[in-house]
């Protein structure tokens, strides 16, 4: 079964500084990547994903991750973070073409923004 | 266009007592997706049905049970409640696209089993 490592369970940051978390998935075969987010009381939103082609991608609110299918990971990067980024950030992966099953998540990476 | 609704938001229960938590979408999705988020757990999947009339075990699916009633809806039974099931409840649907696997959630219901 597949898994996903988020390294950095608590982040903290002043705006402005560059973010950027880590996940790692365990799994050989084609996938498809996702990160999530999920604002304090809120549900999960996308924040982008991946399926194929350019490894770089480029999700909502200034985000963007990489694949880098070598090292099996999915890294979320953001140059200048807002305090408005202050949330829960999962990454989650899925198998391609694998029909309707779950996704698996990693346990997420709590970002606090100072002000 | 309401996506995905959950109901109720929030719910107590005394330990044995039964409930049900009801999830519906408005997406004309194929799959639907039972999830709970737990501190420092991330979200694990309990149940998924990956289309109307068919339902299956996901990672954690001891002392659940689930009906796909119809497309739109997905519920999800505590026959028993435990302390250990206190969580959120997520419901998720998606397309089911062969490669189309992006899954929209529903607010979540906050559960105390006591």
């Known amino acids: 079964a597949q898994s996903v490592s988020q390294h950095n369970h608590h982040v903290i940051l002043s705006e402005a500084a560059s973010l950027e978390l880590g996940c790692n998935y365990s799994?050989?075969?084609?996938?498809?990547l996702f990160w999530y987010v999920q604002y304090p009381g809120q549900h999960l939103q996308l924040l982008l994903k991946y399926f194929s082609g350019d490894p770089l991608v480029k999700g909502i609110k200034g985000f963007e991750a990489e694949f880098i299918k070598s090292k099996f990971s999915f890294n979320l990067r953001k140059p200048s973070v807002q305090w408005s980024d202050t949330a829960e950030y999962f990454c989650?992966?899925?198998?391609?073409?694998?029909?309707?099953?779950?996704?698996?998540f990693g346990k997420g990476t709590h970002l606090i923004i100072q002000p | 266009n309401a996506g995905v609704t959950q109901t109720p938001k929030f719910q107590v229960l005394k330990t044995g007592q039964s409930m049900t938590l009801q999830c519906a979408q408005d997406?004309?999705?194929?799959?639907m997706y039972w999830y709970r988020q737990d501190p420092g757990m991330g979200l694990r999947l309990i149940y998924y049905s990956a289309s109307e009339g068919t339902t299956d075990k996901g990672e954690v699916p001891n002392g659940y049970n689930v009906s796909r009633l119809n497309k739109r809806e997905f519920s999800l039974r505590l026959e028993s409640a435990a302390p250990s099931q206190t969580s959120v409840y997520f419901c998720a649907s998606s397309e089911n696209g062969l490669v189309y696997n992006e899954q929209f959630f529903g607010p979540g219901t906050r559960l105390t089993v006591l």
């Open positions: 997406m004309n999705h194929n799959s």
């Open positions: 799994y050989g075969g084609t996938v498809n």
């Open positions: 989650a992966v899925t198998l391609s073409g694998g029909g309707a099953d779950g996704l698996t």
